[in-house]
């Protein structure tokens, strides 16, 4: 059974309950530290901020690359309608921003990485047959969510090289079954 607060938040995205993934109905929309809510125009400072911590905490990256991708400004007024964001204590700790064919942004902020929120997210806009352009960040989480690797995906920007990857999302109808859990 659904919460009145899960109700609403899919009544606002564009997809039908049916394709979120074969997890949604045992999704915690809402839990002690997190909730989620549609993305609106005035939470573009606070988006762009967790954009940037996001990206400074990326350790894999020179100085250069992370220069190259904070400068590389998303079009935030196009991208709010498909934007999903959590708030933790009156302040946006995540976000993610997709379409019905392409997961094009997950940021979660530092301070709130490692925690499940990233995978809260995603299962949150997944849809089968869904692409996703990611970095080694965001492909941790879409490999725990069941996602497959369709491509390496290597990108030069400002004489920079970045490794990408490319996932899809395929719907499990019926989970297999282990050994030891029972029917």
Do not use: A
């Amino acid at each position: 059974m659904m919460s009145i607060s899960q109700e609403i938040l899919l009544s606002l995205l564009p997809w039908s309950n049916s394709e979120r993934g074969y997890l949604i109905d045992r999704m915690k929309i809402k839990s002690k530290d997190f909730s989620f809510r549609k993305g609106e125009s005035r939470d573009i400072p606070q988006l762009e901020s967790c954009r940037i911590n996001s990206i400074k905490n990326c350790k894999i990256y020179s100085k250069k690359q992370i220069n190259i991708w904070i400068n590389s400004k998303p079009n935030w007024e196009e991208l709010i309608p498909k934007t999903i964001v959590s708030v933790t204590e009156n302040h946006i700790s995540g976000f993610v921003i997709s379409g019905d064919k392409f997961l094009d942004y997950l940021y979660v902020e530092p301070n709130y990485q490692r925690h499940g929120l990233g995978n809260k997210l995603v299962s949150l806009v997944e849809t089968t047959n869904m692409k996703c352009d990611c970095n080694p960040y965001s492909e941790k989480i879409l490999i725990k969510r069941g996602w497959k690797f369709l491509s390496e995906n290597i990108k030069e920007k400002s004489g920079e090289r970045f490794n990408n990857k490319w996932y899809k999302f395929e719907k499990i109808e019926n989970p297999p079954i282990k050994n030891n859990q029972s029917l």
